[in-house]
């Protein structure tokens, strides 16, 4: 079955510094990735996402993820948080035909970003 | 361009009423699903469709019905509603069958008392 786990329910950052998200995965299939961005009371919007080739992904805001086979993991980095940064964050696997184009969905990880 | 539209954007329900969610889209999406968004689990899968006169079940079906009539609407009803069906939901399509990129409605927060 498909599974995503984000490890850090919360992480904080100061203005300036480097962030780094986990998402861990399992999947039975060569997986489609992504990260979604949630800012408080909208709904989702797609920050990067990974098919196949280069394993890394750049995004909008500054963001990219790096998909690592061995470790089934696809790490969320940005080298210098903003402020506006501050949002909760989403990993998600699926969307292949074998799983019915169905996504699943980590847990989230709220970010804070402080001055 | 008004995207991934839904109505309300809140609602609050006595236990066994019904009421019905609506999402429209005005992208010619074929996919269109429905999430809740629960507190530290997520966006959960409740029903989706891969395009008009068909709908499956997602992870967390139960209570909850859909239909997919036309290609733009994919109402959410909720026959009888329970307190444990107090949550955030979402409505999202998209155009790939990969689900290469989700479009999202703002949400309609439910409460169930």
């Known amino acids: 079955a498909q599974s995503v786990t984000q490890p850090d329910i919360h992480i904080t950052v100061s203005e300036g510094a480097s962030l780094e998200l986990r998402c861990n995965y399992s999947y039975g299939a060569t997986p489609y990735l992504f990260w979604y961005v949630q800012s408080p009371g909208q709904g989702l919007q797609l920050l990067l996402k990974?098919?196949?080739?280069?394993?890394l992904v750049q995004g909008i805001k500054g963001f990219e993820a790096e998909f690592k086979r061995s470790q089934s993991s696809f790490n969320l980095r940005k080298p210098s948080v903003h402020w506006s940064d501050a949002a909760e964050y989403f990993c998600a696997v699926g969307g292949t035909m074998e799983y019915g184009n169905k996504l699943v969905f980590g847990a989230g990880t709220i970010l804070r970003v402080k001055s | 361009n008004a995207g991934v539209t839904q109505t309300p954007k809140f609602q609050v329900l006595k236990t066994g009423q019904s009421m019905t969610l609506q999402c429209a889209q005005d992208m010619n999406h074929e996919y269109m699903s429905w999430y809740r968004q629960d507190p530290g689990m997520g966006l959960r899968l409740i029903h989706y469709s891969v395009g008009a006169g068909i709908t499956d079940q997602g992870e967390v079906p139960n209570g909850y019905n859909v239909s997919r009539s036309t290609t733009e609407d994919f109402p959410l009803r909720l026959l009888s509603a329970a307190p444990s069906q107090t949550s955030v939901y979402f409505c999202?399509?998209?155009?790939?069958?990969?689900?290469?990129?989700?479009?999202f409605g703002s949400g309609t927060q439910l409460s169930v008392l």
């Open positions: 999202a399509s998209s155009t790939q069958a990969t689900n290469e990129k989700l479009f």
């Open positions: 990974y098919f196949s080739g280069d394993t």
